[in-house]
T-cell receptor
Framework: GQNIDQPTEMTATEGAIVQINCTYQTSGFNGLFWYQQHAGEAPTFLSY????GLEEKGRFSSFLSRSKGYSYLLLKELQMKDSASYLC????????????FGKGTMLLVSP | ETGVTQSPTHLIKTRGQQVTLRCSSQSGHNTVSWYQQALGQGPQFIFQ???????GRGNFPPRFSGLQFPNYSSELNVNALELDDSALYLC?????????????FGEGSWLTVV
């Protein structure tokens, strides 16, 4: 089985940097995904890590440590439109696109 | 735009009825997965189809069933609807190999059971 844990809510100020942590336990690891989900909409792909280290993509970066079962999503230069739920999901070795999601972290960006 | 389309976008059903939700996967993607997302929760895996065969299933009862067609589009069927089935139903498609990061979601179908 798998267990994904991430904070329920976070708040930050426009222009700031925020780090959203995710810890996981899995019987077989085949990649970690971060998705952004605005209220009432489908998840949008942000990043993917399968090897240890940092992946940077514009204002968003994601880090993975497989030995610690730990990842974080770093959002820089926060904008109001970044207010959304951020979902951490782990893929195991049982299927091609079978993801186990955390409950999501609701990020509120204030002026 | 992910290239994954779902229909209908919203629907209301009565407890005990049956519902069919549809998904067209992105071109070239032969694997489709379905997820249920209750309000305030992360998506939960229902099942996955690869080349018209179910090859993975989450912790959902048999009244949740599906199909995948030769063009890789898919259906999710739910029989004997219960109030707790009210949720956003998401379809995700991928090219079907275990590596890579190309897992894209459709816009979802909002189901309300009354």
């Amino acid at each position: 089985g798998q267990n994904i844990d991430q904070p329920t809510e976070m708040t930050a100020t426009e222009g700031a940097i925020v780090q959203i942590n995710c810890t996981y336990q899995t019987s077989g690891f085949n990649g970690l995904f971060w998705y952004q989900q605005h209220a009432g909409e489908a998840p949008t792909f942000l990043s993917y890590n399968v090897l240890d280290g940092l992946e940077e993509k514009g204002r968003f970066s994601s880090f993975l440590s497989r030995s610690k079962g730990y990842s974080y999503l770093l959002l820089k230069e926060l904008q109001m439109k970044d207010s959304a739920s951020y979902l951490c999901a782990v893929r195991d070795l049982s299927g091609y696109s079978t993801l186990t999601f955390g409950k999501g972290t609701m990020l509120l960006v204030s002026p | 735009e992910t290239g994954v389309t779902q229909s209908p976008t919203h629907l209301i059903k009565t407890r005990g009825q049956q519902v069919t939700l549809r998904c067209s996967s992105q071109s070239g993607h032969n694997t489709v997965s379905w997820y249920q997302q209750a309000l305030g929760q992360g998506p939960q895996f229902i099942f996955q189809y690869y080349r018209e065969e179910e090859n993975g299933r989450g912790n959902f009862p048999p009244r949740f069933s599906g199909l995948q067609f030769p063009n890789y589009s898919s259906e999710l069927n739910v029989n004997a609807l219960e109030l707790d089935d009210s949720a956003l139903y998401l379809c995700a498609s991928s090219p079907g190999h275990q590596g890579g990061n190309t897992i894209y979601f459709g816009e979802g179908s909002w189901l309300t059971v009354v």
